[in-house]
């Protein structure tokens, strides 16, 4: 059997290399080909071109990788359609995927599309597109299923697979002893995102938020986890400015879930990290900043209230949200104040956050390799 695969991102690498690994303990003499990163390569993949030629983001890096990328295009299809796969799985990435998708249904080849696009907060209309491209669409929140069935396409809900990884009650002391941070100190932590756009527009903001909260409460401690060398670099830029090189921050490489789980409440970007936040079960507010004229636009598409997931999820804003101009300095730690002040808020947005845990948690990899047995049965 030859199962065709296609991720890009780290993320995507992580989903693939899971499911790769709990279809081989099903079907051990089947062939994965395609496109894939390190994690899928250490799981026996056969990988035609790196992961890495699918991360581009931004309208200025895609329209320089275009050519590469339409090239890499072409010769995946070529390769796949002299040697049909049984299925074909396209990982995210759904500018690519859904049009490689797209041709080989034509041919006949069953194909997937793991993890759905966000058609429940914009491009709503992008629904009919993904299920003509994809025999079947593999989503991890519960509510994504219906958006595809109630127009004829096979949808399955196969969970999220951060909840399968991140414990119900992680421990909060072996974080703090691992960043070597006091037991009773009270720890802020501040992710302001993990792209240079993301850090720009909030850097400023954030060492701001954090002026106003140490001018209330001197003894606070902060964490801001940062991914790469150029956000790091932006974000001291951003202290030097403000003349706050002596605020009591720690500036980390990565680790930000240890520092979630150290911390007592958190600021964090709109993104996958409020859904991480929600699962490490610290009390949070949401913020973003864009462009003036991007987040007219965005707000024009976007037809739901809420912007963090853990609101989507919840249907209603147990978390604060402080965008665009709403997101003062002041605004910002009068809310992460109030998480601190108030017990009783803080222990009822905790039991929200395990019961959106436990809907999740649904053995993410085990269902998505159902669903692509599924197909295989159907092909």
Avoid at 243 to 265: K, N, Y
Avoid at 338 to 356: K, T
Wanted: hydrophobic fraction near 50%.
């Amino acid at each position: 059997m030859r199962i065709a695969i296609v991720a890009g991102e780290a993320s995507g690498d992580l989903l693939a290399a899971h499911l790769i690994r709990a279809l081989r303990a099903r079907l051990p003499q089947a062939r994965f080909v395609g496109i894939g990163g390190p994690r899928m390569e250490a799981e026996g993949f056969e990988s035609w071109w790196p992961a890495e030629t699918l991360a581009v983001m931004g309208v200025v890096d895609v329209l320089a990788s275009l050519p590469e990328l339409l090239r890499v295009r072409r010769g995946l299809l070529a390769r796949l359609k002299a040697e049909p796969p049984d299925v074909f799985i396209g990982v995210d990435a759904p500018d690519f995927n859904l049009s490689v998708e797209r041709r080989l249904r034509r041919r006949g080849v069953r194909t997937i599309h793991y993890v759905s696009p966000s058609i429940w907060a914009w491009r709503g209309h992008r629904v009919h597109k993904i299920g003509r491209a994809a025999s079947r669409i593999l989503c991890l929140f519960p509510f994504e299923p219906e958006l595809y069935t109630r127009h004829g396409y096979q949808a399955s809900f196969v969970g999220h697979p951060l909840a399968d990884v991140f414990p119900l009650e992680p421990s909060r002391e072996a974080a703090r002893e691992l960043l070597q941070i006091e037991p009773d100190a009270c720890v802020v932590a501040m992710l302001p995102g993990s792209r240079a756009g993301e850090v720009g527009h909030l850097a400023a903001c954030y060492v701001a938020t954090m002026q106003q909260m140490l001018a209330k409460r001197p003894a606070l401690q902060f964490l801001v986890p940062l991914i790469t060398r150029q956000t790091r670099e932006q974000f001291e830029m951003a202290l030097f400015q403000a003349g706050a090189q002596d605020l009591p921050v720690r500036l980390l490489f990565g680790h930000a879930h240890e520092a979630l789980t150290a911390a007592d409440v958190a600021l964090v970007a709109s993104g996958t990290a409020t859904l991480e936040t929600a699962l490490l079960k610290r009390p949070m507010v949401i913020t973003y900043k864009l462009g003036k004229w991007t987040f007219r636009i965005a707000r024009w598409l976007n037809y739901l209230p809420w912007a963090g997931l853990p609101n989507i999820l919840a249907r209603e804003f147990i978390v604060p949200e402080l965008l665009q101009d709403q997101a003062t300095p002041q605004a910002l730690s009068s809310a992460l104040l109030q998480w601190l002040d108030d017990a009783d808020a803080r222990r009822a947005v905790l039991a929200r956050f395990e019961q959106i845990h436990l809907s999740l948690r649904q053995n993410n990899a085990e269902r998505a390799a159902d669903a692509v047995l599924a197909e295989l049965k159907q092909a």
